[in-house]
T-cell receptor, first 112, second 114 residues
Framework: GQNIDQPTEMTATEGAIVQINCTYQ??????LFWYQQHAGEAPTFLSY????GLEEKGRFSSFLSRSKGYSYLLLKELQMKDSASYLC?????????????FGSGTRLLVRP | EAGVAQSPRYKIIEKRQSVAFWCNPI?????LYWYQQILGQGPKLLIQ????????DSQLPKDRFSAERLKGVDSTLKIQPAKLEDSAVYLC????????????FGNGTRLTVT
């Protein structure tokens, strides 16, 4: 089976840095995705990690440690528009049809 | 490129009625997914198609839910009869065949069952 854990809510200040953690327990692993979802909208793709280490994309970075079953999304220079839910998702192996399973999401509130 | 198209955007029905949702994926995407997202939760996979074949439907409540992708392009998801707990957003997504490819989501159909 698969289990993905994320904090339910986080609050941060505009201009600051915030780190959203994700831990997972899966029977197989073929990559971890982060998505952003604004209220009432569809999830949009942010980042993908399949090897250990840090992937940087502008203000957003994502880190993966496969041995620890751990990832984080780092958001720098926070803006008000970053208030959204952030979803961690793990892709399984061929045995599970490469399914993409989502965590419950972390709701981030950015305050002025 | 055009995104994933879904319709309707909103639907309100009474319990025990039936409802159908339609999805047209991004052109050329072999894999199509239907997810159910209950308010405050992450998306839950209902069914996954590869071209016109079902790859995984282990989480689909088959006594009331059905889905098809007859020509390997667009897809419909049906609920019959609906229950109150089916109130959710139904998201369709598509992706190319490569396993490192992200899913592209449509705007979803928000279903309210009263």
């Amino acid at each position: 089976g698969q289990n993905i854990d994320q904090p339910t809510e986080m609050t941060a200040t505009e201009g600051a840095i915030v780190q959203i953690n994700c831990t997972y327990q899966t029977s197989g692993f073929n990559g971890l995705f982060w998505y952003q979802q604004h209220a009432g909208e569809a999830p949009t793709f942010l980042s993908y990690n399949v090897l250990d280490g840090l992937e940087e994309k502008g203000r957003f970075s994502s880190f993966l440690s496969r041995s620890k079953g751990y990832s984080y999304l780092l958001l720098k220079e926070l803006q008000m528009k970053d208030s959204a839910s952030y979803l961690c998702a793990v892709r399984g192996t061929m045995d599970s049809s490469y399914k993409l399973i989502f965590g419950s999401g972390t709701r981030l509130l950015v305050r002025p | 490129e055009a995104g994933v198209a879904q319709s309707p955007r909103y639907k309100i029905i009474e319990k025990r009625q039936s409802v159908a949702f339609w999805c047209n994926p991004i052109s050329g995407h072999a894999t199509l997914y239907w997810y159910q997202q209950i308010l405050g939760q992450g998306p839950k996979l209902l069914i996954q198609f590869q071209n016109n074949g079902v790859v995984d439907d282990s989480q689909l409540p088959k006594d009331r839910f059905s889905a098809e992708r007859l020509k390997g392009v667009d897809s419909t998801l049906k609920i019959q009869p609906a229950k109150l707990e089916d109130s959710a957003v139904y998201l369709c997504a598509s992706s190319p065949r490569q396993i490192n490819s992200p899913l592209h989501f449509g705007n979803g159909t928000r279903l309210t069952v009263t």
